[in-house]
């Protein structure tokens, strides 16, 4: 059975109080910006779709408006799958403690393994297919993040890991790795920076990378390979881990209070505070549903039954094609 939660808080106008510090006016939207008002209905209702994963992680939306969304169980052995005609069930077990999820441009299941430190993609008769399990004969630490670029190339963050699932690290960094389309050969797309979560911008000429408290952001040549990342927008409160562009570019990012909301030159929107209106932060999120205007929220409360839960939200505006570029099914 369906639960609505009716409280839903927006916080995003001028000298308001967001977590105790009143906001300079160097972050508050101008005339020309919109407010947060013009991306989710403030009378918008919190949907719980489901819950009780030890870690909620990588949610991804596969299919049209009639199609569904595959969530991981960062910490356990379950991938899940929520739609609108058979709620949430059970998608994949063993699931290897699968984390980031996304789709290539055949609308196929990308996906990072923890446990297995490997790349899959699972195919439309459901086989699975190893994209990659090593860089130069040595084992990836733990494949965190994934996106994949409308030529098919796939991008993937593999930071240090610490949990249930932690592996002995024998890489002697941490990196964000490529793996080509047409070669599948595995180079290191960059270097210097503790990846997590990962998004292209709308052009593709842009990856942008969380990184504890900051999105980072590093241009994206017309071969694939990345420039240095920079700082590119600093989070309010928290730390960001997943996040997802929308239609017009802007970032939706996870943080301790909730959805961070930027525009692409990085001005803060707003945050829609799932932390008052829910009792929790959020981990991760990306879009789905009807004309790609749910937002889907994974959320990991703290605490003695912390239980990983899904949630969603309608908004005003749908998120990008994933990949970018590509239309959606």
Known sequence: MRNYIVVFLLVASAGSLVHGQTTSPATQPSATQPSLSDLVDPSAQWQKLGTGLSWAEGPVWLGGDNGYLILSDAHGQDMWKWSE????????????ASNGNTRDAEGRLVSTEQSTRRITRTEKDGGITVLADNYMGK???????????????VYFSDPPL????AKEK?????YIFRIDAKTHAVTIAVKGI??????????????????????AVCEVNDDGTCGPARPFVKLKRGY???FRVDADGRIWSSSADGVEIFN????????????KSLGTGTTNLCFGGKDNQTLFVAANP?????????????????????????PRE
């Open 85 to 96: 005609a058979a709620g949430f069930v059970k998608f994949r077990t063993p699931s290897n």
């Open 139 to 153: 084992h990836f630490t733990s494949p965190n993040d994934i996106v994949v670029r409308s030529d098919d190339s």
């Open 162 to 165: 610490y949990g249930p699932n």
């Open 170 to 174: 024998v890489l002697d960094g941490d």
């Open 194 to 215: 503790r990846p997590n979560g990962l998004a292209f911008s709308l052009d593709e000429k842009r990856l942008y990378i969380t990184n504890g408290g900051l999105i």
């Open 240 to 242: 960001a881990d997943g």
């Open 264 to 275: 692409p030159d990085g001005t803060w929107i707003g945050t829609i505070d799932t932390l």
């Open 302 to 326: 703290r605490g003695k039954t912390m239980q990983g839960t899904l949630y969603s939200i309608r908004v005003k505006v749908a998120g990008a094609p994933l990949p970018a570029g590509c």
